[in-house]
T-cell receptor, first 110, second 112 residues
Framework: DTAVSQTPKYLVTQMGNDKSIKCEQN?????MYWYKQDSKKFLKIMFS???????INETVPNRFSPKSPDKAHLNLHINSLELGDSAVYFC?????????FGPGTRLTVT | RKEVEQDPGPFNVPEGATVAFNCTYS??????FFWYRQDCRKEPKLLMS???SGNEDGRFTAQLNRASQYISLLIRDSKLSDSATYLC?????????????FGSGTRLLVRP
């Protein structure tokens, strides 16, 4: 059973397009996150939701909009994609300190 | 100054070697500390938490020095399967929240 799943696994798209990445966890955790890992392998937190409420919102362009329809799902919508958005995006969920990551979505903007 | 700094490596060691990774963090108010492991093109996974008194899990030993804002990970008797990137992680969340700041990772290659 997959604990944290993300779709799609790979996403190749052109500049200016709008795309969404979906995330689901079946662990019953209250808190979910989105991270971005760039080409230099830095893993940086973008957003965190607790029970569908936004609790962390790092300095991320407002082209990025997270949406949490329920506590098991946290989706990420990106408008007007730019070349610099190319990265691996990881969703995670946690109960207390241990974070469980999804397999990642490799986004390539051409 | 980066919030969490690590030597990027790579550390290239033979099987059976002992290897140590170091990490420093900038925020003295940081609450808790962890080591995560990330295999190539995979997601990070928790390896172990780091406690002030030091803690051991099999071949892995983690140490924390709050005064120096320094964290270490020691791996004894390295195995080929230990080859991965080791991420030093600091929790800078307030109260009971968790805002994890990841270092850029130290790459370990264990050769036969």
């Amino acid at each position: 059973d997959t604990a944290v799943s993300q779709t799609p696994k790979y996403l190749v798209t052109q500049m200016g397009n709008d795309k969404s990445i979906k995330c689901e966890q079946n662990l019953g955790h209250d808190t979910m996150y989105w991270y971005k890992q760039d080409s230099k392998k830095f893993l940086k937190i973008m957003f965190s939701y607790n029970n569908k409420e936004l609790i962390i919102n790092e300095t991320v362009p407002n082209r990025f909009s997270p949406k949490s329809p329920d506590k098991a799902h946290l989706n990420l919508h990106i408008n007007s994609l730019e070349l610099g958005d190319s990265a691996v995006y990881f969703c995670a969920s946690s109960h207390r300190h241990e974070q469980y990551f999804g397999p990642g979505t490799r986004l390539t903007v051409t | 100054r980066k919030e969490v700094e690590q030597d990027p490596g790579p550390f290239n060691v033979p099987e059976g070697a002992t290897v140590a990774f170091n990490c420093t963090y900038s925020n003295s108010a940081s609450q808790s500390f962890f080591w995560y492991r990330q295999d190539c093109r995979k997601e990070p996974k928790l390896l172990m938490s780091v406690y002030s008194s030091g803690n051991e899990d099999g071949r892995f030993t983690a140490q924390l020095n709050r005064a120096s804002q320094y964290i270490s990970l020691l791996i004894r008797d390295s195995k080929l399967s230990d080859s991965a990137t080791y991420l030093c992680v600091v929790n800078m969340g307030l109260d009971s929240s968790y805002k994890l700041i990841f270092g850029s990772g130290t790459r370990l290659l264990v050769r036969p």
